[in-house]
């Protein structure tokens, strides 16, 4: 059963850092390219970055671009975004999500539960 | 960049069927995908490639696409349909791109 489980969100005051995981199971991890999805409080989802299975391609949302730093550790089969210089538009609930590249197209077979992000002071 | 557009909520009556839109300049040449969001819990793909129902997902959902909209359509909508329910499409220049979201309740 594919198992995808994010932590380390929290409440980080304007400015601060943060470093979310996401560990996978389930599944041969270093096959896929896995993305960051976000959803900020009664907005739509957002995609906010991307990594190929090998972890030597990185992708990130104009929002995030030089802010935010996405990785993975395929010994430990799991997923990192480190946000740094955050902002109060940054609070929503972060999602990592499995990609699947089929005919031309692009879709998350499956997500995590989510981990929420709070910037505030 | 690339738009779509969903309304923001959908009514339905218990047994009854739901068709929730997603709307986008010529989406009928994008491939569409739906994805049913519920508090606290990880989203679920629930149809992918305009059509196709991912394992374990009951039958009574299915998709279309023609034209400028593609659509959800739930059928004897249940109680445990309620939930919000996000179209993606892949766009070669925009990238993901998501809709706002409806929020389906079944009354």
């Known amino acids: 059963e594919v198992q995808l489980l994010e932590s380390g969100g929290g409440l980080v005051q304007p400015g601060g850092s943060l470093r979310l995981s996401c560990a996978a199971s389930?599944?041969?991890?270093?096959?896929?390219?896995i993305s960051w999805v976000r959803q900020a409080p009664g907005k739509g989802l957002e995609w906010v970055s991307a990594i190929s299975g090998s972890g030597g391609n990185t992708y990130y949302a104009d929002s995030v671009q030089g802010r935010f730093t996405v990785s993975r550790d395929n010994s430990k089969n799991t997923l990192y975004l480190q946000m740094n210089s955050l902002r109060a538009e940054d609070t929503a609930v972060y999602y990592c999500a499995k990609e699947v590249t089929e005919g031309g197209t692009m879709y998350f077979d499956y997500w995590g539960q989510g981990t929420l992000v709070t910037v505030s002071s | 960049s690339y738009d779509v557009t969903q309304p923001l909520s959908v009514s339905v009556a218990l047994g009854q069927t739901a068709r929730i839109t997603c709307g986008g300049n010529n989406i009928g040449s994008k491939k569409v995908h739906w994805y049913q969001l519920k508090p606290g819990q990880a989203p679920v793909l629930v149809i992918y490639r305009d059509i196709n129902r991912p394992s374990g997902i009951p039958e009574r959902f299915s998709g279309s696409n023609s034209g400028n909209t593609a659509t959800l359509t739930i059928s004897r909508a249940q109680v445990e349909d309620e939930a919000d329910y996000h179209c993606q499409v892949w766009d070669g220049s925009a990238g993901w791109v998501f809709g706002g979201g409806t929020k389906l309740t079944v009354l």
């Open positions: 389930g599944f041969t991890f270093s096959s896929y390219a």
